[in-house]
């Protein structure tokens, strides 16, 4: 069974830093990987998915890269600002790209 | 505006009265999924639809139904839920299966069982 981790659990940070969350997964055999971040009360926003053929994604000040022979991932936070404050959630997808086991997220907080 | 609704957003019921969450999406996504999400364990899939018809066991499954009848619509339903399903609940959709599955999310079901 795919075992999702990711370390760590809480993060805070002053406003302007430049920082790397962390995902890490027991099983090399996925098909993707997606980046969530999560408001309170409110639902999963999907940030970067990165495919199982490709190292990396870029969105804004967001880069994911992926790599499936270690089993990890890392989503890099350039220039954080306040509004970058929420639970960031790691999926992976097996093979059949149909099943999806989740991190636990990792809590970021940004201080202005 | 495209999007994954789902009702009730909050729920508090007893222990043994079915109850049924409704999933809805506007983006003619074949594929739809739910997961329940508790503190300390993440979010973990309870059930999937790959299209109309055609619905397979997630990671938890267990206590919960699931129909996909229009594709548009999927509900989740509790014939006779028990406290330990008390819990936040997600839907979510996607176009493609495969590589390229990116999930898109409703805001969530709090479903509180006494």
């Known amino acids: 069974k795919q075992e999702v981790t990711q370390i760590p659990a809480a993060l805070s940070v002053p406003e302007g830093e430049n920082l790397v969350l962390n995902c890490s997964f027991t099983?090399?055999?996925?098909?993707?990987l997606q980046w969530f971040r999560q408001d309170p009360g409110k639902g999963l926003t999907s940030l970067l998915l990165?495919?199982?053929?490709?190292r990396e994604q870029t969105s804004g000040r967001l880069n994911a890269s992926l790599d499936k022979s270690s089993g990890r991932s890392t989503l890099y936070i350039a220039a954080s600002q306040p509004g970058d404050s929420a639970t960031y959630l790691c999926?992976?997808?097996?093979?059949?790209?149909?099943?999806?086991?989740f991190g636990t997220g990792t809590s970021l907080t940004v201080i202005p | 505006e495209a999007q994954v609704t789902q009702n009730p957003r909050y729920l508090i019921t007893v222990t043994g009265k079915k109850l049924t969450v409704t999933c809805s999406q506007n983006?003619?996504?074949?594929?739809m999924s739910w997961y329940r999400q508790d503190p300390g364990l993440g979010l973990r899939q309870i059930y999937y639809?790959?299209?109309?018809?055609?619905?397979d066991k997630g990671d938890v499954p267990e206590g919960y139904k699931v129909s996909r009848k229009e594709k548009r619509n999927f509900p989740l339903i509790l014939e006779s839920p028990s406290p330990n399903q008390t819990s936040l609940y997600f839907c979510?959709?996607?176009?493609?299966?495969?590589?390229?599955?990116?999930?898109?999310f409703g805001p969530g079901t709090r479903l509180t069982v006494l």
């Open positions: 979510a959709s996607s176009f493609f299966t495969g590589p390229y599955n990116e999930q898109f």
């Open positions: 999926a992976v997808s097996l093979y059949t790209g149909n099943q999806f086991y």
């Open positions: 639809s790959m299209n109309v018809e055609v619905t």
């Open positions: 990165i495919q199982s053929s490709q």
């Open positions: 099983d090399s055999a996925i098909y993707n």
């Open positions: 983006m003619n996504h074949e594929y």
